[in-house]
């Protein structure tokens, strides 16, 4: 082989990984999820945990995820088989593997409902039904979207096609190329949207809300009555939301490792997806909420919040129309690649120890996870009844709930215990590859120590134990 070729393939392997990657980590999440949770949460002070929790927890487990994968090179439930058997750790570690493949599942039920929405809007914005909404009309158009059954299991199915499809076929590279163009264009759309939110929303009011710090919100929640309660739940969601925007804790990052060449750095790698993802969500929350306050909104609206505040922009500003329909286009998209990795596990594990063809194994899959979806979809509807909740949480909230503040910290927690305790030290040490071995023990402490107890620290508090 010629050097020439040979730097093309590594250039492209490198390029496969980093695409995935981002791909999977930017979507829902930092979009719709991230603007929502810190409405509800009260803003600066939960976006203070959650950025620790990026740095102290997320980005030290994204790099144990990947290098698991990179080294195991198959789904996640045999690598993690694999590599315990090699350290001579018991073979329980699969259950990590297993864990992931349920989340996965949880997860898509709810999220493919969540894109369906934003399929939906792309309709409303071809059709003009954004100009000139103002608060009350904008929450009445998502309101009518809602309340639908028909509407919302429609678009869930259509969103759960196109995931399935992608799967089956293979063609995730053709998907991910595409969004190499898109993705740039959906920042410069929040660019633009960030400088509408300066000019004609509330920016100062919005920017205080996002980043003063006033620490007693960590440790209460208001309802819409005004009413607190302290509690400890931010620091647990704000700890989930980590997890969920990078995309870990559940083995699809560490499916992804395996696409990644040996030389390429995983800790670049990781800093660059994190950086990456981080910027999405704050520059979501800095266009949304100017537009939030200016509109006489609540901040604490729900899951609806995106959906409400937005449009009321693309109704009001010159080629609204045009954008409107243009950031729901992308919003798609980049939930698209998102949710592809959401199945990959399940899909992996499939081929290899069931023996089914790719096609068939995805549209198991998609099938499962779109008859879960249903459920989601009945919950802003048919099953919003108090008949059909739980501790106050209607279905698709307690998939949330379970999924993302619960099963995704304790896979996370133990990729980092596998990584940091059971595997030894030469493992990491050789797929880091890290220059400066400052740092890399710098890594392995936090993996080993910080991380965990951070973890662990979370959970205790959330159930009142500290
Ligand atoms: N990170 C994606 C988002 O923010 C969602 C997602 C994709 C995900 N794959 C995941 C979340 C795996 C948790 C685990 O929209």
């Given at each position: 082989?010629?050097?020439?070729?040979?730097?093309?393939?590594?250039?492209?392997?490198?390029?496969?990984?980093?695409?995935?990657?981002?791909?999977?980590?930017?979507?829902?999440?930092n979009?719709?999820?991230?603007?929502?949770?810190?409405?509800?949460y009260?803003g600066?002070?939960?976006?203070?945990v959650?950025?620790?929790?990026?740095?102290?927890?997320?980005?030290?487990?994204?790099?144990?995820?990947?290098?698991?994968g990179r080294?195991?090179?198959?789904?996640?439930?045999?690598?993690?088989?694999?590599?315990?058997?090699?350290?001579?750790?018991?073979?329980?570690?699969?259950?990590?593997?297993?864990?992931?493949?349920?989340?996965?599942?949880?997860i898509?039920?709810?999220?493919?409902?969540?894109?369906?929405?934003?399929?939906?809007?792309?309709?409303?914005?071809?059709?003009?039904?954004?100009?000139?909404?103002?608060?009350?009309?904008?929450?009445?158009?998502?309101g009518?979207?809602?309340?639908s059954p028909?509407?919302?299991?429609?678009?869930?199915?259509?969103?759960?096609?196109?995931?399935?499809?992608?799967?089956?076929?293979?063609?995730r590279?053709?998907?991910?190329?595409?969004?190499?163009?898109?993705?740039?264009?959906?920042?410069?759309?929040?660019?633009?949207?960030?400088?509408?939110?300066?000019?004609?929303?509330?920016?100062?009011?919005?920017?205080?809300?996002?980043?003063?710090?006033?620490?007693?919100?960590?440790?209460?929640?208001?309802?819409?009555?005004?009413?607190?309660?302290?509690?400890?739940?931010p620091?647990?969601?704000?700890?989930?939301?980590?997890?969920?925007?990078?995309?870990l804790?559940?083995?699809?990052?560490?499916?992804?490792?395996?696409?990644?060449?040996?030389?390429?750095?995983?800790?670049?790698?990781?800093?660059?997806?994190?950086?990456?993802?981080?910027?999405?969500?704050?520059?979501?929350?800095?266009?949304?909420?100017?537009?939030?306050?200016?509109?006489?909104?609540?901040?604490?609206?729900?899951?609806?919040l995106?959906?409400?505040?937005?449009?009321?922009?693309?109704?009001?500003?010159?080629?609204?129309?045009?954008?409107?329909?243009?950031?729901?286009?992308?919003?798609?998209?980049?939930?698209?690649?998102?949710s592809?990795?959401?199945?990959?596990?399940?899909?992996?594990?499939?081929?290899?120890?069931?023996?089914?063809?790719?096609?068939?194994?995805?549209?198991?899959?998609?099938?499962?996870?779109?008859?879960?979806?249903?459920g989601?979809?009945?919950?802003?509807?048919l099953?919003?009844g108090?008949?059909?909740?739980?501790?106050?949480?209607?279905?698709?909230?307690?998939?949330?709930?379970?999924?993302?503040?619960?099963?995704?910290?304790?896979g996370?927690?133990?990729?980092?215990?596998?990584?940091?305790?059971?595997?030894?030290?030469?493992?990491?040490?050789?797929?880091?590859?890290?220059?400066?071995?400052?740092?890399?023990?710098?890594?392995?402490?936090?993996?080993?120590?910080?991380s965990?107890?951070?973890?662990?620290?979370?959970?205790?508090?959330?159930?009142?134990?500290?």
């Open positions: 082989m010629s050097e020439k070729t040979l730097v093309h393939n590594q250039w492209s392997s490198r390029m496969a990984f980093m695409l995935a990657a981002i791909g999977s980590a930017v979507g829902l999440g979009i719709w999820k991230f603007p929502y949770i810190t409405g509800e009260g600066g002070a939960f976006v203070l959650y950025l620790v929790c990026i740095l102290m927890i997320g980005m030290p487990v994204m790099m144990a995820e990947i290098l698991l080294r195991g090179r198959r789904s996640p439930i045999n690598t993690m088989r694999e590599l315990a058997a090699t350290a001579g750790a018991s073979r329980l570690w699969g259950v990590v593997g297993w864990g992931g493949v349920v989340t996965g599942f949880l898509l039920s709810f999220y493919s409902v969540v894109a369906g929405w934003a399929l939906a809007y792309v309709i409303e914005g071809v059709a003009g039904a954004f100009k000139g909404l103002d608060g009350e009309s904008a929450g009445a158009l998502f009518e979207l809602t309340a028909g509407r919302l299991v429609f678009w869930h199915s259509v969103f759960m096609l196109m995931t399935t499809v992608v799967v089956a076929n293979g063609v590279s053709g998907l991910e190329r595409l969004v190499t163009w898109l993705m740039p264009l959906l920042f410069v759309l929040l660019a633009v949207l960030v400088g509408y939110a300066m000019a004609a929303g509330d920016f100062s009011h919005g920017v205080h809300f996002l980043f003063d710090i006033d620490f007693s919100r960590v440790f209460t929640v208001c309802d819409e009555a005004g009413q607190c309660r302290f509690t400890a739940e620091s647990l969601v704000a700890m989930g939301h980590a997890f969920f925007t990078l995309s804790g559940m083995g699809a990052i560490m499916v992804y490792g395996s696409y990644m060449p040996h030389d390429a750095s995983i800790a670049g790698s990781t800093v660059m997806i994190a950086v990456a993802d981080t910027l999405v969500a704050l520059m979501a929350g800095l266009a949304i909420f100017p537009l939030v306050f200016a509109n006489g909104l609540e901040p604490a609206a729900g899951p609806g995106v959906f409400v505040s937005l449009p009321i922009a693309f109704g009001a500003m010159p080629g609204g129309q045009l954008f409107g329909t243009l950031f729901f286009v992308l919003l798609v998209f980049a939930a698209w690649s998102s592809i990795s959401l199945v990959e596990p399940a899909v992996a594990w499939l081929t290899e120890n069931r023996d089914l063809p790719r096609a068939r194994a995805a549209w198991l899959v998609g099938g499962l996870a779109w008859l879960l979806g249903i989601s979809a009945l919950s802003f509807n099953w919003s108090e008949k059909y909740q739980l501790f106050g949480k209607t279905l698709f909230d307690i998939k949330d709930f379970l999924a993302t503040n619960i099963m995704l910290p304790l996370g927690l133990a990729i980092a215990l596998f990584t940091g305790w059971a595997v030894g030290r030469r493992l990491p040490e050789g797929e880091l590859a890290m220059r400066s071995p400052v740092l890399f023990g710098a890594w392995r402490f936090t993996v080993r120590y910080i965990p107890a951070g973890i662990v620290l979370i959970f205790l508090n959330a159930i009142g134990l500290v």
